[in-house]
Structure formats: structure tokens, C-alpha cells
């Protein structure tokens, strides 16, 4: 691994960064949690068509060979590795490329991983990007909230494949771009419907709680959409400062405008877990539900252990890809055994399952464009690809097109477990996941 960061901040300035950040996480989160829809579910979605399959390959992609030789291939991972912000990204990356070369590698080419720490700062990002369409085949796995100023060279290297989950709207939308968890605006109906059936008059008193930061806002103002549509009754949504660490006042606050069901999918587990605390400080137990930027092994702890958040409610997109879902769906058990071989001790999160499942799209094109491939014939098996899921660690994405998800899952927290309910089987036509309302796309 190659760091721009020169390491000189101290141990206590990195975690009291670590923690700012944190607060910042969840509009990443957010952004990059809209996936793509199952084949055949319904989708309002107005983006399905886009720039990737609009604009030509540069024919002179298809004798590019950079970073690809007879025995291997090399492609760049810019993150944020600094406090070990998004880590994970690099790790789950690594571990893919560790998993397929354990297998043979992809046509017989080990799949190299060159990572780099952009430090939080957005001219590392660049240069880093920089070096790497230089000499690297590809993009692959990076996160970062920096991106988009390495959205800017791979805007000017049309002919490098990007295959990241984005934040930057803009990197999003080049045709050179591809994302395992395509983001778009508006919000799932799926979930929102299924807790208006199960608490009607309940969701005429909804609050949520929202990070003073863009993303986050415009995140949550498609959400807002979204309820309004249904008819949901939004009573109290302040923002907080990602300073924040204690909630009593907005409990107090949400208690007296009279909040029956409380959304916390902005936050991630360590706001969520302070929250909990207030709402038990408070002795006020509005239904709670969660979302996969709050999913966590600390979650539960953090909260002040099982009795305190029992009964929470869990939907996302994504399998419970920590461990419970490993007995269902095979490739769960392959995505934590090999996280642990690349980085023992590393404790998995939503970013070491979005540099993995990168990694294994890019993998996936590799394969596809034969024996000789060129960055033009990877672009082109890219936007060959319609249906992926990563062997169901997500719902089935549609990189090519870049549409959002309908499909989700709830899960309950029970005994401190994160337990799907009323899920259909896993064994099904939608391998456990629900996809029984459309994506809402927020009016232009």
C-alpha cells in the first residue's frame, strides 16, 4: 500500500477526527445505498437510460493495454484511509483480489490491487487518480467523500474503466463510471409502505433526525418526498451538528411534538447508539427503525446492550452481510473469510462490502472480455452487465443503466441479533429480498 498522508498527526487528533467524520459517513452512506432494481420489479425510476450507454467507446480504447500484462492485472484504489475512515474499502477490495487469485485468477491474471490514501483531502485524491489512469488498467473499490475531484481526471480519461460506488453525482453519471450500488435520488417505497401497513396511524407522527451536511439533507429530502407521497405525516426532522454526541434535548424535543415512529436511517451506528441511550434516558419508545448505514456489530453495545434497542427495526438493501445471513446465502460466508485472511481482527462494514462487491463487478467484465482484454473491450462487457448481486450480498444492481433498487430487507433486532422478519425465503425467486413497491423519483 502507497499513502500520501505524511502520518504525523497524533493518535488522539486522528481519533478525534475519526469521530467528526463519522458524522459525515452517513451522507455517504446514504448517497451510495440506492442500488438497482431485481429483474422484473417495477421501478418509477426516470433514470433508465443513461451516458453509459449514450456515448461511444473511444475506438482507441480497444489497444489501450495499460497495467495489464500476460499474468496480471493492476487497478487503482483511491480511499480515505487516514483514521481509518473508509478503510474497509481498500480491505474489501484486497480481499476480492485475494479470493479470485486463490481460484486462478481472472483468465488466469492475478488481479493486483494498488491503494492509496487520499489523507481526507481532495488534491491527494486527484494526484493519486492522477498517477493511477497512468498505470493502472482501471479504477476499482475506491470511497472517498473527495471523489469528485478525482471524478475530474477520470472525466478526462473516458477510456479508464471507474468501477466504484460514487458520491459525486457527476463522476455517477460518466460513461466510464460503473457502480455494484448505483445512486440516484427519491427513496425505496418498498419499506416506507411496509411500516405504514403495519403502524398506520403511527405514521402520521414520523421524525427522523438529519446531519447538517448536503448529502445528508438532500438524502433525506428525497425520503421526505417519498412519505409525503404515501401519505406519511413528517412532525419533527431537525438537523444536528456531526459534533453532536448527545440526544436528550431532541428526544425531549421529539417526545413534546409527538413522534410515534422515529426514522434514524441518517446515522451511522455510533449517533444511532447515542440516540437509543437519550430515548431510554427519557423513557420514550417510539417504533424505531434503522437503515444499513446504522447496521454494525457495535451497534447493540453501543447502545447500552440488548434490552435497550430490542425490538428495532432494520431495512436495507443489502444482506445481513455481518454473519447472519451466512447459512442462506453462501457468498456472505466467502465475503467475511476473506476480509479476515487480507486484514485478521478488521471489523467488516458497508464500505469493505462496497470495495468487495467493486471489485468483483470489474472481475466479472474482465472475464467477460476474453483472453486479450483491452480498457475498450472491459467498457464494453461493463455495459453488457444488467443484472448483478454479488451472489446476493445485495439486490440484483443493473450497473450498466444505472437504475435504483426496489428490492430491500427488514430485519428486527432480537436478543441483540439483527433476525429478518417477514422476509420471503431465501431460496425464492427474490432470494430473500422484498421488491413489491417501485423506487420513487422525486418530480423534477
Known amino acids: 500500500m502507497r499513502f500520501t498522508h505524511d502520518g504525523k498527526a497524533a493518535p488522539r487528533r486522528a481519533a478525534r477526527l475519526a469521530v467528526a467524520l463519522s458524522g459525515v459517513v452517513m451522507a455517504a452512506t446514504l448517497t451510495a445505498c440506492t442500488s438497482t432494481p431485481s429483474p422484473g420489479a417495477v421501478t418509477t425510476s426516470s433514470s433508465s437510460s443513461s451516458s453509459s450507454s449514450a456515448s461511444a467507446i473511444p475506438p482507441s480504447t480497444f489497444k489501450d493495454y495499460t497495467g495489464i500484462t500476460s499474468s496480471s492485472v493492476s487497478v487503482g484504489n483511491v480511499s480515505t484511509l487516514f483514521a481509518g475512515l473508509f478503510k474497509g474499502a481498500a480491505i474489501g477490495s484486497e480481499a476480492y483480489a485475494a479470493y479470485v487469485n486463490s481460484q486462478g485468477g481472472v483468465n488466469g491474471r492475478k488481479l493486483v490491487v494498488d491503494s492509496g490514501d487520499d489523507g481526507f483531502a481532495g488534491a491527494p485524491n486527484k494526484q493519486l487518480t492522477e498517477a493511477d489512469v497512468q498505470k493502472d488498467f482501471a479504477m476499482v473499490g475506491g470511497f472517498s467523500l473527495q471523489d469528485s475531484f478525482g471524478g475530474v481526471v477520470v472525466a478526462a480519461n473516458p477510456q479508464v474503466p471507474n468501477v466504484t460506488v460514487s458520491l459525486d453525482p457527476i463522476t455517477n453519471a460518466l460513461p466510464n463510471t460503473f457502480s455494484p450500488a448505483p445512486a440516484a435520488g427519491g427513496w425505496q417505497l418498498g419499506p416506507l409502505v411496509y411500516f405504514q401497513k403495519k403502524y398506520p396511524s403511527d405514521v402520521l407522527h414520523t421524525g427522523a433526525l438529519v446531519a447538517d451536511q448536503p448529502s445528508a439533507v438532500s438524502k433525506w429530502n428525497g425520503e421526505k418526498a417519498a412519505m409525503n407521497h404515501l401519505g406519511y405525516k413528517v ?21 413534546n411534538a409527538g413522534v410515534k415512529i422515529l426514522f434514524l436511517e441518517q446515522m451511522p451506528q455510533n449517533y444511532a447508539g447515542a440516540v437509543v441511550k437519550a430515548l431510554n434516558n427519557q423513557n420514550f419508545h417510539p417504533v424505531l427503525v434503522l437503515g444499513g448505514s446504522t447496521y454494525s456489530e457495535k451497534l447493540v453495545g453501543n447502545s447500552g446492550g440488548a434490552s435497550a434497542i430490542d425490538g428495532s427495526f432494520l431495512e436495507q ?27 485478521p481482527g478488521f471489523p467488516t462494514d458497508l464500505y469493505t462490502l462496497y470495495g468487495w462487491l467493486s471489485a468483483e463487478l470489474f472481475s466479472q467484465a474482465l472475464q467477460s472480455a476474453g483472453a486479450n482484454p483491452s480498457r475498450g473491450s472491459v467498457l464494453q462487457a461493463l455495459r453488457g452487465i444488467t443484472a448483478f448481486s454479488g451472489g446476493y450480498l445485495t439486490g440484483t444492481a ?20 439483527f433476525t429478518r422478519t417477514d422476509d420471503p425465503p431465501v431460496n425464492g425467486p427474490t432470494h430473500g429480498y422484498r421488491c413489491d413497491q417501485p423506487y420513487f423519483t422525486v418530480p423534477a
Open 317 to 343: 438493501n443489502t444482506s445481513l452481510y455481518l454473519g447472519e445471513d451466512s447459512a442462506a446465502i453462501p457468498a456472505v460466508g466467502t465475503f467475511l473469510t476473506w476480509v479476515q485472511k487480507v486484514s
Open 235 to 255: 412532525v419533527y426532522s431537525p438537523t444536528f451538528d456531526i459534533t453532536q454526541t448527545n440526544f436528550d434535548q431532541n428526544v425531549i424535543a421529539m417526545k
Open 398 to 417: 443493473n450497473p450498466a443503466k444505472k437504475i435504483p433498487s426496489n428490492c430491500y430487507i427488514i430485519a428486527q433486532i432480537k436478543n441483540g441479533q
